[in-house]
């Protein structure tokens, strides 16, 4: 599954606003400065924040 690039320029963290980068291997996106992650269900971005959650460390 690919996210269009047009959708992904202004998709951003809803915490903090930061820009979102796709991760297609793990079909999510991911907020590197916060390393936070969001689910894509369906091909559409969740971006609620009750369904996001942190990742530990530098990984993802």
Same mark, same amino acid.
């Given at each position: ?7 992904? /320029? *202004? +998709?951003?963290? !809803? ?8 991760? $297609?291997?793990? /079909? *999510? +996106?991911?907020? !590197? ?8 269900? $369906?091909?559409?971005?969740? +971006? ?13």
């Amino acid at each position: 599954m690919a996210i269009d690039s047009n959708l992904l /320029e *202004i +998709l951003a963290d !809803p915490f903090d606003g930061e820009p979102l980068t796709f991760i $297609d291997s793990k /079909e *999510i +996106l991911y907020n !590197p400065k916060a390393r936070r992650t969001w689910s894509i269900k $369906d091909g559409i971005p969740v +971006l609620l924040p009750q369904k996001e959650f942190f990742t530990e460390g530098d990984g993802i």
